[in-house]
C-alpha cells in the first residue's frame, strides 16, 4: 500500500496539522485527505493542536456548523464534527465546522 503512505515522514502529524491550519480554515474532512489520516484521528490530534497553540503563541478557532437553509448557527456545539440536522427548520444542508489558527499579538 505505497500510495498510503503519509508525505510527512519528516515531521510529526501534529506539527502537519499545524501547517495546515496556519494556512488557512480547514475541516476535519480536509486535514484527513491532506494528511493522509482517518477523521477520527485528525479530531484526536485536533483537541492537542489546541492544546499547544497557546504555548506557540496561537489562538485555536473553530467555525461552528451552520445551516444553509435557515441561518442557524451552532455556536453552542464544541464537537468537531458535523451535526446531523438543524434544530430549527430540521434541514440537512449543513456546512462542515472548520479550524484555523490565529497569531496572537
Ligand atoms: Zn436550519
Known sequence: MKDKE????SKTIRQAIFDELLEGMRTVRELSQALR??????ITHLTHVKQSALNKGYRFIMKPSECLNC?????????????????RCKEEHLTN?????????
Do not use: A, Q
Open 6 to 9: 503519509p508525505y510527512y515522514y
Open 97 to 105: 465546522p472548520s479550524f484555523g489558527l490565529e497569531k496572537l499579538l
Open 37 to 42: 489520516i482517518s477523521e477520527k484521528e485528525v
Open 71 to 87: 441561518g442557524f448557527i451552532f455556536d453552542k456545539r464544541d464537537k468537531p464534527k458535523k451535526p446531523g440536522r438543524c434544530p
